[in-house]
């Protein structure tokens, strides 16, 4: 792929040399939306069983209210903070309206959940989800019409389909902030749907053949990417917007191996696991604090640079 222009190093002091350079700050970079997993899932947790009745559902909104207002903001900072700003928006405001808006409907309908055999298999909440599939792909290939878009998927499409919908509008200059938030509430839609999709027996299943197959392909998918594509970025506002999707993809094997009884999810259960939950909320707020120090002047963060071909921008 042709080279493309993206953001530079970010430097400034208090930024360790090694979180600057390839290929620490692509991993750093993961790091990032991979660490806010088990904290996001932690929140819901909290909010959830500290709030009674329908309170919660009004504190989840407050929520993601707050992931709006991030956006917002975001729009008036520099590359990589407005990308930081879009992805912690973006996820309040999955976490805080789109995902309790499917428990809360499903509560209203009284819809049941999916029993087979006797075992219970999906909550109403994951049925109503899944519901959601055809939505969501209908706004994904519209998303995909963007002609300004430097999606490296959507740019597959259009080179491999002839399906480039017109020229790339000169000058034009991208809100990094509204990319990461969309680009994270669509990430997290898309693993939902396919994690139910796979254990709805109706379906495929659990213990399928292509299950488990898939978990194996996602595995050496994922850690491709980290290694010999986030590997070689130079500037961290792109870098956290490739690896968005590549956690995503990463994360998805840490849900199904939770689903094979593999792995104990600690970010469930803060009751049980407070230390492990807290750690991870530190881990990853000091991840956020070295990715993007507070410094008098950002503007050597702005300067445009070229990636490696390998290293697109997202």
């Known amino acids: ?51 009674p009745g329908m309170g919660h559902y009004y504190s989840a909104g407050v929520i993601g209210v707050i992931g709006f207002i991030m ?64 939505s969501f792909f209908v706004i994904l290939i519209l998303l995909g019409a963007d002609k300004d878009t430097r999606c490296r998927m959507f740019l597959w499409f259009h080179r491999n389909f002839r399906l480039r919908p017109n020229p790339p509008t000169p000058g034009y200059r991208r809100q990094p902030a509204r990319i990461a938030a969309l680009e994270t509430i669509m990430i997290s839609w898309f693993f939902y749907i396919l994690i139910i999709t796979l254990l709805d027996p109706r379906i495929l299943g659990r213990d399928h053949p292509f299950t488990m197959f898939l978990f194996w392909a996602m595995l050496a998918w994922g850690l491709y990417l980290v290694a010999f594509k986030l590997a070689k970025f130079r500037a961290m506002g792109p870098a956290i917007r490739y690896a968005i999707p590549v956690a995503g993809i990463l994360w998805f094997n840490v849900e199904m191996a939770a689903q094979w009884k593999w792995l104990v999810e600690l970010w469930i259960k803060p009751k049980d696991y407070p230390v492990e939950d807290v750690a991870f909320a530190l881990l990853f707020l000091v991840a956020m604090l070295i990715s993007n120090p507070p410094t008098a002047d950002r503007g050597a963060g702005n300067a445009a640079t070229t990636t490696p071909a390998g290293a697109a921008d997202s």
């Open 71 to 134: 956006v917002w903001t975001g729009f008036r900072k520099n590359e990589l903070t407005g990308t930081l700003y879009g992805f912690m928006g973006g996820s309040f405001i999955f976490m805080g309206l789109v995902e309790p808006s499917f428990w809360l409907f499903a509560d209203l309908m009284n819809v049941a959940p999916l029993i087979v055999d006797g075992v219970y298999v999906l909550s109403p909440n994951l049925l109503l989800m899944q519901a959601s599939a055809t």
């Open 1 to 51: 792929m042709s080279q493309i222009q993206v953001n530079g190093p970010a430097t400034g002091p208090g930024v360790s040399t090694l979180a600057n350079q390839p290929p620490w700050l692509g991993l750093l970079a993961f790091f990032i939306p991979f660490m806010w997993k088990p904290v996001a899932h932690t929140m819901s947790v909290v909010n959830h069983t500290l709030v």
